[in-house]
T-cell receptor
Framework: DGGITQSPKYLFRKEGQNVTLSCEQNLNHDAMYWYRQDPGQGLRLIYYSQIVNDFQKGDIAEGYSVSREKKESFPLTVTSAQKNPTAFYLC????????????FGPGTRLLVL | GQQLNQSPQSMFIQEGEDVSMNCTSSSIFNTWLWYKQDPGEGPVLLIALYKAGELTSNGRLTAQFGITRKDSFLNISASIPSDVGIYFCAGQGPERIQGAQKLVFGQGTRLTINP
C-alpha cells in the first residue's frame, strides 16, 4: 500500500535529550513537511523539503533539525533547545512542483518525562 | 503572515442534521483544502478546490471555493456518527515556491454528534 508512515506512535523525552521522529513515504513524492499540532490549534510548519539534500525552515524551526538524504525519508530531530516539545507531530508529503495537496502520516505524540 | 479564521470552533448536532462550516482569509488563496482528523490520527484529505467559484462534492460532503478567493465553506448533509472529528481548512497563497507548497491552516471545527 502506498502511504506515509511515522514512528514511533508515542515517544518520551527526558530533559536535555535529543529525540528523532521518523517519517517515510512510498508515494514517490518530491516534497515533504513537518508540522507541530498543539491542543485546540491548527498545524504549524516546522521544516519542509522540496528535493533531496535540500530543506527550508518553516514558521517554528527553532529547536528542531531535519535531514533529507533520501527521497523517501525526512526525519525530524527535536533537540534539547526546544523547551516546550510536548505536542503531536505530523509529517506530510506532496507530489512537488505545481501540486498543493498534502497527504499526512498518522502522527507521533511526543511527551516529556 | 497569512491567517485563516475558521468557524465555528465547535458544533454539537443531532444525527441526521446538516452541518456547515467556513474559513475566511485576509488574503487571496489559489487553493483551498478540507481535511478531517480523528483523535490521535493524522488529517485525511476530504476535498481539494483549485478555482474560484468551484463547487465540489465527495459523497455527503460539498465544498466551495469562494469567488473572492478569500473564503471557502464545507457542508455535510445528513450527518452520521462517523462524521465526528475535527475538520480543518487549509489554503495556499499565490506566492510561488518551486516544489513545495506552504499551506496555512485554520484552527479547526470540532464536530460532536448526539445519536
Amino acid at each position: 500500500d502506498g502511504g506515509i508512515t511515522q514512528s514511533p506512535k508515542y515517544l518520551f523525552r527526558k530533559e536535555g535529550q535529543n529525540v528523532t521522529l521518523s517519517c517515510e513515504q512510498n508515494l514517490n513524492h518530491d516534497a515533504m513537511y513537518w508540522y507541530r499540532q498543539d491542543p485546540g490549534q491548527g498545524l504549524r510548519l516546522i521544516y519542509y523539503s522540496q528535493i533531496v539534500n535540500d530543506f527550508q525552515k518553516g514558521d517554528i524551526a527553532e529547536g528542531y533539525s531535519v535531514s533529507r538524504e533520501k527521497k523517501e525519508s525526512f526525519p525530524l530531530t527535536v533537540t534539547s533547545a526546544q523547551k516546550n516539545p510536548t505536542a503531536f507531530y505530523l509529517c506530510a508529503s506532496s507530489p512537488g512542483t505545481g501540486a498543493s495537496t498534502q497527504y499526512f502520516g498518522p502522527g507521533t505524540r511526543l511527551l516529556v518525562l | 503572515g497569512q491567517q485563516l479564521n475558521q468557524s465555528p470552533q465547535s458544533m454539537f448536532i443531532q444525527e441526521g442534521e446538516d452541518v456547515s462550516m467556513n474559513c475566511t482569509s485576509s488574503s487571496i488563496f489559489n487553493t483551498w483544502l478540507w481535511y478531517k482528523q480523528d483523535p490521535g490520527e493524522g488529517p485525511v484529505l476530504l476535498i481539494a478546490l483549485y478555482k474560484a467559484g468551484e463547487l465540489t462534492s465527495n459523497g455527503r460532503l460539498t465544498a466551495q471555493f469562494g469567488i473572492t478567493r478569500k473564503d471557502s465553506f464545507l457542508n455535510i448533509s445528513a450527518s452520521i456518527p462517523s462524521d465526528v472529528g475535527i475538520y480543518f481548512c487549509a489554503g495556499q497563497g499565490p506566492e510561488r515556491i518551486q516544489g513545495a507548497q506552504k499551506l496555512v491552516f485554520g484552527q479547526g471545527t470540532r464536530l460532536t454528534i448526539n445519536p
